[in-house]
């Protein structure tokens, strides 16, 4: 199961890409559905469900900011 977690900007999407590639953790720059995304968010990370409580680890380390964890 797949999951994607919400930035608000292609930048801090692109950033956090860089980030989590950097400690060997896929993740790939998607578009989320506006019916999904009540915040507004217009850019999400995708990646295994399995892998999200890394991902906001190593976010919140780094202070790069991001939304919510969806379901796909």
Do not use: H
């Amino acid at each position: 199961m797949e999951k994607i977690l919400t930035m608000t900007s292609q930048t801090l999407a692109i950033k956090a890409k860089r980030l989590l590639d950097k400690q060997g953790i896929y993740v790939r720059i998607v578009r989320p559905s506006p019916q999904k995304t009540p915040k507004g968010c217009a850019f999400g990370l995708q990646t295994d469900a399995r892998l999200i409580s890394y991902m906001i680890y190593y976010l919140e380390q780094e202070k790069i900011p991001f939304g919510e964890v969806i379901d796909l």
